[in-house]
């Protein structure tokens, strides 16, 4: 029996290298006959965005070690395997290590992390190569003990689903600024990525926010005690099809500190065959 479920285990994994294969295949023979790639926003882009996550935001007296988040609605796909869930989760309390797993199973890897002003950390999760995501599954967040708590999600489909991590840029203040950014990255090695950034800020979220036009927006919440603990976490994409370097930033209403991550994903297919821009 032992022998037997080892067996399917290898098949299964067979399969679904198989298939991405067969993707590839298909994606690059529909580039040489001047198709589309897949619907994104970007020709030259694969990837696509498909839904939020939703978002979950604790405030708390005492301190806890786990923050869940509840999948608000159905899945996109269930049969593909194609999928990639992004999990942005800040904490204000003791800083440390922090992981995330979910009910279903899929395995999330850490690709970023920053803190700040002593108390306040930012993690970024993604887990490539699954399904979409269950109606009413559940994502945990384990972490040190917090009590403010926001973490958020969201699901894209086409990215890499085997060294997908590319390049990450990561930065902080230390003196209260309008302005928030990552920094640059390094340049990218893929021409078509996926760029997810996040800031989280030491404020509420009824600050103003002025975005990058290029950027889009995927969140922007906070939990709005009105005290000097609240916490703030904004998300943005940006899907590009050339090699660079490249950072997410936002001005802010109000001088606050603030952390900010880009992370570089790419596409699956590994580089175009179309001459860059």
Not at 16 to 34: P, Q, T
Not at 109 to 117: D, I, P, S
Request: aromatic letters at 6%; hydrophobic letters at 35%.
């Amino acid at each position: 029996m032992a022998g037997m479920k080892k067996m399917m285990g290898k098949l299964r994994g067979m399969k679904k290298k198989a298939v991405r294969g067969m993707k590839k295949v298909a994606f690059h023979r529909n580039r040489m006959m001047g198709g589309g790639g897949g619907g994104s926003s970007d020709a030259k882009n694969p990837i696509n965005y498909i839904r939020s996550l939703g978002h979950n935001i604790v405030t708390s007296l005492t301190g806890q070690t786990t923050t869940t988040l509840t999948i608000p609605t159905s899945p996109h796909n269930a049969d593909s395997e194609d999928f990639c869930a992004i999990i942005a989760v800040m904490f204000y309390g003791t800083t440390g290590t922090c992981t995330c797993a979910d009910s279903l199973g899929n395995t999330y890897t850490q690709v970023a992390e920053v803190t700040f002003n002593t108390n306040y950390q930012i993690d970024l999760f993604v887990a490539p190569g699954i399904n979409s995501m269950a109606k009413n599954a559940v994502v945990t967040v384990t972490h040190p003990s917090s009590t403010r708590r926001i973490i958020m999600g969201d699901e894209f489909r086409d990215v890499a689903a085997e060294d997908f991590d590319d390049v990450t840029a990561a930065a902080h203040n230390s003196v209260a600024a309008t302005f928030a950014t990552s920094g640059m990255t390094s340049v990218t090695t893929q021409d078509r990525e996926l760029l997810f950034g996040v800031i989280g800020v030491n404020g509420p979220s009824t600050d103003s926010l002025k975005k990058p036009s290029n950027w889009n927006l995927l969140h922007d919440r906070g939990t709005n005690a009105s005290d000097s603990n609240d916490i703030r976490l904004i998300t943005q994409y940006r899907l590009v099809s050339k090699t660079g370097t490249y950072e997410v930033s936002g001005t802010l209403g109000t001088a606050r500190l603030w952390g900010a991550i880009t992370q570089a994903l790419k596409a699956d297919g590994g580089n175009s065959d179309i001459t860059k821009d």
